[in-house]
Structure formats: C-alpha cells, structure tokens
C-alpha cells in the first residue's frame, strides 16, 4: 500500500482525489530520465528549445478553461483569475524561450590573447518545488521550469499538494506537447510527496533546485542541499513582509487612496502573494491605522484558503502578532465555511519593531498591520531594523517634488530586490528588467531572481577553453557563431 | 599579552617577526570602518574608482623589488617569480578597474511597460582571505580585494600567516595610497590572526566572503557563514587534482616532450599552484610513467615550501597517496635544509581511481599521479569519477584531427571551468574570458569566478526599480546615463 496526497476543495474541505506518493524507485526513473536528456538539451540551439516552448505555451493556451476550472476546484482562488493567470503561465515560457535565442544568457566572450573562449554551460537536472498560490505562474510549469528548460536544464517538479490533480493534468500535458515537438524523453517530469520531494534534492543527478514558497520549507531544502557529498545550489524564494512607506507628503495628499489601496493589496488572493505589503510605515497623527480599518469594514472580503494548514496558520499568525505586541484595529470575518478565514489589520508601536520580533516576518493571509512613525529619523531607524524583502514600496504625493523619497528609493534599495513608487508590489512582470529575489531572507541567493530575462541566469556555470581548436569548441562559443549570439570578442561587446 | 603570528624564513625556518593577532575590538572597528565606507564607494563612479586603483597598482610597481624581496623572505617563491607577481598583482588591479568603468557589471536594464530599470549594487563590506602560495596575485591585494573594491564594496582582508610581514606591507601601502587618491577610510583594512578571521566572517557588517585555499579551510568558512543570523555567501575557491589526459595520438606524437612539460608544470613553484596538475591520464602501453619518472630525475627540482605545516602535509600526503594504491615511480630529494621537501611522481592502477579516494584530491606540493588507460571507454569511465576540478587539459599530437579531443573537451568541460588544450593549465590570465572556478568541489559557487572580468559579479545583487522617477533613480540606471555604461533598453541591447 502506497501512500497519496488528496486535494480537497477549499470552499467547503470536500475531498477532490488522492495521487500516489512517487516511491524511491520512481524518483530515481525521473532522475535517470532527465539525466538521460541533459547532453541532448545542452546541445540543442536554444531556438529549437524555443519552439518546443512555443508548442507548450500553445497547447496550455488550449486548454485553458479547463486548467482553470480544474485549479479552481482545488483552490478557490477564482475563475478570472485562474484563467489569467494560465495565460501569464504560457506568456512566461514563450518569454523564457525569447530571452534564451536571444543568447545574452550564454555569456559568450572571445580574448584572442591568450586563446581563451568563455561560454555558460546548461548545468544539468533541475529539481522545481513551486508555490502553494501560484498553480500556474509558479507552479510546475512555472518560472523556474520555463527559464530551467529554456536554458537547456531538464527538470524534474514535485507536484504541490494544495493542487496536485492540477499539477498531474500540467504533468500530462507537457509530457505530450514536448514529446510531440522533439524534446527528448526526460526533458520533464514529476514526482509527488514530501519523502520524494527530499530524496529529489538528494538524488546525486540533480545539480540544482528551484523553490518558491515558505522560509521553512525553502531552509528545510537548502539544508539538505548543503549536506550532500557534492553540494548544489537551492535557489529559494521565500515569503517576507514588504514594508511600505507612506510619507508625510502622501499622507496628506491622498491617505484615504492609499488605505483602500493597501487593503486591496494586501488582500488580494486573500493576501496569498509572496509580494503581498505586510506592514505599512504611516506618519503619526493622521490616523492611517483607523483609515485602513475603514477601508477593510467597506471591502468585507471574504477569504478561503488554499489549505487547511495555510488557513489555520494565518488564525495563529494573528495571534502571534498580538502576542508580539500588535492590537487589532479591524477585522473582515470570513464566510466560516471550509477554510474561510477573516482579514485583519492590526496596529503595532515603532519601538516593537525589531529583527527579532515575529511583526517584520511573512504572515501569509489576509493579514497586514500598520505602524506610526514621529519622524523622519524614527523611521530611517525603523526601516535599518526590518529583515530583508522581496519588495518594498514607498507611497509620494504623486510628484518627484517629495523630498522624503529621494532617501526612501535607496534606503529600501538597500533591504530589498525591487523598489516600487506609488505601486503596490503585488503583481510581478516578467520582462527583461524584473527583479525577484531580495537579501536574505527573501532569498537564499539574493544575487538570483526567479522571474525575468535572468531567472535564466540560475541554470548555467560558466566554462572557459583555453587553446582550443574552433572545431572542439561548443557552438555558441565558436567564431563563426552558427547559433548568431551576442559574443564579447577582446572585450568589445 | 596578545598572542601573535610569526613569520618563518622557510628555507632555513628561522624567524623573521611577528605579527599581533587582531583583537575582537580591532576585528570591530575594521568593519564598522569598512560599512562607515560603503555608501561612499557604492555611489562613485566606476571611473573614479578606477582611478583609486590606479593610483594603488603605480605606488605597488613603484614598491615592486622591496615587496618582491620581503616576500621572498617570508615564502621562499623566488625573486624573479615574485618581482613578476607584483606586477600581476598590479596589472589585475588596473584590470578591475578597466572592467568597472566599462560599466557592464551593473546589468543595467530598463523597460517601458511597466516601468522597470534593474540595476546591480555592491553588497556592502566583503571579506578577503587570500592565499599562501601568491602573496601579491591572490593575496590581501590580489583578485578578491581589486574586484571587491572595483565592484564598489570596501574589503577587510585577513593577513596570511604564510606571509603576514608581506601582508602588513601590503596594507599599510594601500592604506597610505587610498586616502591619498580620495577613497573614504575604512575602503580598504586588515585583520590578523585566525580567532579574527572567524570573528569576521561573523561580523554582521560582513556581506560576503572571498577565499582562496584548502578544501579545508574553504569549507570552514562556508559553514560559518552558514550558521549566521543573515547567510552570506562564500566565495571559496579551493585546490582540485586538475586532470589532463594524454591522447594515443598525442603519446605516439610527443610523449618526452608532454612528460618533461608535466614535471616543469606539477614542480612549479614548489607544486604550491591550485591549478597544478595532479592526475595524468596517458594510454597504457607508452611506458609514459617512466618517462615522467626520468624527466623529474633529469629537472632535479629542490622544492621549499612556504610553511612548516604545507612541507609535512606534502609527506603525508604522498604516504596517503601509496596508501590509496599508488607506488613512487621517481623521487628527486629536496635539500633537507628547512621546509624543503621532495619532488615525487607516483603511478596508480585505474581502478584505484574513485570519487571516494585520496586518489582524486590535491596533494599540494610537487607530488603527481600518472594512472595509465587501456581503451577510450575505460578512460571516459574514469572521467566519470573524478571530483569537480577547476582546470582540465588535453594533450594532443597538435593538431585539430586528433579524434579523441573531439570528445575530450566536451567531457572535461562537464567536470571543470577551463579545459586547456596542449597548454598547461598552470597559469590563469586575468583576462575578460578567463573563468577560475569549477564544479564542487572546486569552489563553493560553481558559477563564479575568482580571476577575469566577471569576478567582479560576486560582489554585486540587483534591484529593481519600478515606477520610481528619473531623479530617484541610481545614476547607473538614468535614462541619460550618466555614467555611460552599457543598458539594455526594453530588450535590445
């Protein structure tokens, strides 16, 4: 008897179907398999892996509605949403495989004295944990899969158990739209459980890991990765609390805008986004607290869960935060029915702020709290004691005549990977300049990104050939450049 | 009373001084003053870093044969070698710079929709442990500290014991010449001592390490920057066996000539190269080890080590090697006066080659294996279990139609960072191309580089900048460019 992980349905913890636990055998088979591609991939043009993904942004495009209604049972996270968000999905591994025939990713560079040719190298079997709220976008199929693949690394996913019959269907597809296109067998697969998700990390085969999720689950991970013979890198993105700035200009131009849209924001997705602002620094004295409870009494979300675990986690992270020193300012309650639960914005005093204290971590859920500073000094010294972040945002008056953004932008550059200005930090667009990824604990590699043109970055080593005939040296790196990449040649670029 | 490190002349191991171990306090005070340095540096420009640096390499070559003497004393490498090393180390000091002011290392990218420029920062305050064997080339001055401070981050380095008179020189010249030229204090400093080095690693003003040594003494360093509160990343570039093989047809072509070329690349510098080739593969049946054999009886080298500690562990260590299953071919004996030591070259059988075996590891010093193969398949099988190594070489009959490197190079491109051809792999050039780095073991971030342009690229994160206005921008990432570094713009670059 094998054990399995059931999916049930969130709206009401109905059971959706239990998928078999990938025994030891089976981990090793999809090992074995992505081994057996790794040479085929690395030597394959990326123009050709980008028309394999071409074919497999094709066939989820297809197959959209269904995708989305199979993810929405699981879920509850919505329909439109759902279905934007297989577009973005497709949209993302037709991006990857741009950015890989563009080339720049191979990092070409020619010296002619001494004889020496630089080229990155594909380093091999990926193993890919996605996220529990992205089905799509950071799921099996997603960033890390897509640029893994599109940088010529086959992968092997683990399916996540909020949405393991969506992740099987995903599985299925690709299997038979790569097989289709050419790819070779092994380019992707699966496994299922958390005993195989480990045995994946330590399978000598993989070279690699791709995570997005929890600073526990990502930590578990990369401490296995650093106790194998050979270590390999765990790129893992993990949640943080994003601080917002609202300055003192912001605030009296337009306080009640930037309540309703923190409450939006932090929301969204019933506040199941990595990049959700968990805690917004305000000026003391113009109410912002009471502002941001108003606007959550008008919204009344009403969030469900992705998970029993994720729903009971957020009815103790409030708690948590309460014990930290944080009052309840307002509270939306949720429908009370399968793994409902209520939207909470708390208040906390500056002098509670601190590295230490459970106020500046993730508390994944419709959760945010709202922090008064006296001034500007207060609050330089308040943001020095925050731990690092995926993004941090600063909210102006709306002109680049706001003085106190001019020391904000980098004073948050300094503790996150994306700056944003009078933007929520929620959506992330995967373009050729995006940065996601932040000082640890954002990120276990904050010099990575696991979305944008760079993300392929993660699945290369670099490899230099020194006195080698043009004819032995690998195709992106040869003179005649068969394969028409940007190339260095004498340090002209 | 505070402890101290002497320094010994090795070829007659009499004391030459002793350097004061750096206190907690003093291990405190260097990197308050270093992040006291960091905002400065981080918003010069490239071009005026360049010119610190400059100003560094003239005063060093201005200094050269008083430092080369010092050095000599204290290591015993030889005046020639070390007058020509402080040039290098000079010349990578002005190749730093040359590569910062070219500005690629910012990977500067904007896009239109949505509004997003990325731009790379320096991290902040790096650690620097150089090495033994280069007292200038990899030393407190060497490819880690110029990249380092190229790259915009202030260093504290930690003296070597091997050479800390030649250390404190080296400081206290860069100290003068820094402020001289303009650079903040705290831009450049130094600790001594091992507690120190330990206490720096864990000083949470530290933002990321840079190592060049032992296994050891590397992977020490990783674990300590694993347990910190906020995980840094170390840098180590640690010694490898660096295996070359010799082809049929380069045996039949040139085996005297490849023998005698091993024997001058393996006793170069004592063996004391973290590139030296440790592990010949020639085809069975060419009598190649003998040939070895007679070639190091012919050079008679009477190798000196650098310290008492490297000249026992090179004995040892070839009583580890037989004890694995090697068997002394030839032995050319050192003076036995200091910490000499002797020249040896050992053969072993192929099946003694394993991943597991002392076999595959460094033995630093001028000890090497030849291990002879029966068959193209039996050699490929025994790549297979070699440990990541950071060189590779091929030897050929020298031309292009030698089949076998068709292979070769691909394989040994999987196992290392640089594969040289009919060239040892001994000298590293700091050039764009060059890539000084391998698979794990060979450094604990397989896809950096320690030598070359892109090791400047260790000391940097990006961040992303969405929706901010032109004014609050890093200048690197203004659309009027300022700086005039390279930016991809929406794309195209």
């Not at 008897?1 to 009401?12: H, I, L, N």
């Not at 790129?235 to 200009?249: K, R």
């Not at 502002?291 to 948590?320: N, S, Y």
């Not at 020194?466 to 340090?491: F, S």
């Amino acid at each position: 008897m094998s054990a399995g992980t059931t999916s049930y349905r969130p709206r009401d913890g109905a059971p959706l179907g239990t998928v078999a636990d990938s025994t030891t055998e089976e981990v090793a088979a999809a090992v074995a398999a992505a081994q057996g591609a790794a040479a085929t991939l690395a030597d394959t043009s990326p123009a050709r892996r980008r028309a394999w993904l071409d074919a497999l942004a094709d066939a989820l495009v297809a197959h959209r509605d269904e995708l989305a209604e199979l993810a929405d049972r699981e879920t509850a996270l919505g329909l439109p949403r759902l279905r934007g968000e297989v577009e973005r999905m497709a949209a993302q591994i037709r991006f990857y495989g741009e950015v890989a025939a563009e080339g720049a990713y191979l990092g070409v560079v020619r010296d002619s004295a001494p004889g020496l040719v630089r080229v990155n190298h594909p380093v091999g079997p990926v193993a890919v944990f996605g996220a529990s709220n992205f089905p799509f976008g950071f799921g099996v199929l997603g960033n890390d899969t897509a640029s893994a693949l599109a940088a010529g690394c086959p992968v092997v996913a683990k399916a996540h158990p909020a949405h393991s019959l969506t992740c099987v269907r995903l599985q299925e597809t690709a299997a038979a739209v790569l097989a289709e296109a050419g790819a070779p067998a092994g380019t992707f697969g699966m496994v299922s459980g958390l005993t195989a998700g480990t045995e994946l990390v330590r399978s000598p085969g993989i070279t690699a890991v791709g995570f997005t999720g929890s600073q526990a689950g990502g930590l578990a991970l990369w401490r296995i990765a650093n106790e194998r013979e050979v270590v390999i890198p765990v790129y893992a993105e993990m949640g943080t609390v994003n601080p917002v700035v609202l300055t003192p200009a912001g605030a009296a131009a337009r306080a009640a805008e930037v309540a309703a849209g923190y409450v939006a924001s932090f929301t969204l997705g019933s506040g199941q986004f990595c990049t959700k602002p968990g805690l917004l620094l305000a000026p003391a004295g113009a109410g912002f607290a009471d502002a941001v409870g108003e606007a959550l009494t008008a919204a009344a979300p009403q969030p469900v869960m992705l998970t029993q675990g994720i729903a009971e986690a957020a009815r103790t992270g409030v708690d948590a935060l309460v014990d930290a020193g944080a009052e309840v300012v307002a509270t939306a309650p949720g429908s009370g029915q399968g793994w409902s639960t209520d939207a909470v914005v708390l208040r906390a005093p500056i002098a509670a702020i601190d590295a230490g204290s459970r106020l500046v971590e993730e508390c994944f859920g419709p959760v945010a709290l709202v922090v008064e500073y006296a001034s500007a000094r207060e609050l330089r010294e308040v943001l020095g004691r925050l731990q690092g972040s995926l993004a941090g945002a600063v909210f102006t008056d709306g002109t680049p005549t706001d003085a106190d953004a001019a020391w904000l932008v980098p004073a948050l550059a300094g503790q996150v990977g994306r700056v944003t200005v009078d933007e929520w930090p929620t959506g992330v667009a995967w373009t050729w300049a995006q940065q996601h990824g932040g000082p640890w604990p954002a990120t276990s590699r904050p010099e990575s990104t696991s979305v944008g043109a760079a993300a392929l970055d993660r699945w290369v080593r670099p490899v230099a050939y020194q006195g080698v005939a043009e004819e032995w040296l690998p195709a992106a790196g040869r003179a005649a450049n068969p394969w028409g990449v940007p190339q260095r040649v004498d340090g002209v670029r």
